[in-house]
T-cell receptor, first 117, second 111 residues
Framework: DAMVIQNPRYQVTQFGKPVTLSCSQT?????MYWYQQKSSQAPKLLFH???????NEADTPDNFQSRRPNTSFCFLDIRSPGLGDAAMYLC????????????????FGPGTRLTVL | KQEVTQIPAALSVPEGENLVLNCSFT??????LQWFRQDPGKGLTSLLL?????REQTSGRLNASLDKSSGRSTLYIAASQPGDSATYLC??????????FGDGTTLTVKP
């Protein structure tokens, strides 16, 4: 089945130790998103890739970076995690091509729960 | 700046009851609106997507409506079941791929 995969599902890191979260998709969608979701809150968009074009949200801290080496993969790098960065990180994809059944419908992965010690 | 509000924050109903979840947004210039379900500790599952030119979408026991002019969407769940217990989120999306989510409504359906 076509899907969005996130690895690892659970990640524990130490304060200040860089960490990378990964997302892959078999849907061949051209748009990929990274969201941060804290407990009982709405997912907050960090940035998204529209094809190869990177779009950063104005209030996303510089501590968060992203890479998209190809259509299928997207990475979230947290350069120096703080305690406030502990959250669920959600990856999503969508397609803007009109030929698709549901253009712009977002499909989410299962998330990576990040713990910062 | 788009703001999305979902009321109520929590809802508890007995099994079999029909219910309506509400979503309101401040900027009517949306491309589409999407409803999701989220189980505790899990990702989001897409339920229904309504394009800005549409007024409603149906899938099984779920019906979502959209009124752009008033900035409102509703999710109607018919004959609720305990398995429907989850948090329901709505997201207002622009054609540039930007999404703004509400905080969600946590639904509990009691057997």
């Amino acid at each position: 089945d076509a899907m969005v995969i996130q690895n690892p599902r659970y990640q524990v890191t130490q304060f200040g130790k860089p960490v990378t979260l990964s997302c892959s998709q078999t849907l061949n969608h051209n748009v990929m998103y990274w969201y941060q979701q804290k407990s009982s809150q709405a997912p907050k968009l960090l940035f998204h890739y529209y094809d190869k074009d990177f779009n950063n949200e104005a209030d996303t801290p510089d501590n968060f970076q992203s890479r998209r080496p190809n259509t299928s993969f997207c990475f979230l790098d947290i350069r120096s995690p703080g305690l406030g960065d502990a959250a669920m990180y959600l990856c999503a994809t969508s397609s803007t091509y009109l030929g698709d059944r549901a253009p712009n419908e977002q499909f989410f992965g299962p998330g990576t729960r990040l713990t910062v010690l | 700046k788009q703001e999305v509000t979902q009321i109520p924050a929590a809802l508890s109903v007995p099994e079999g009851e029909n219910l309506v979840l509400n979503c309101s947004f401040t900027d009517s210039a949306i491309y589409n609106l999407q409803w999701f379900r989220q189980d505790p500790g899990k990702g989001l599952t897409s339920l229904l997507l309504i394009q800005s030119s549409q007024r409603e979408q149906t899938s099984g026991r779920l019906n979502a409506s959209l009124d752009k002019s008033s900035g409102r969407s509703t999710l109607y769940i018919a004959a609720s079941q305990p398995g429907d217990s989850a948090t329901y989120l709505c997201a207002a999306n622009t054609n540039a791929g930007k999404s703004t989510f509400g905080d969600g409504t946590t639904l509990t359906v009691k057997p």
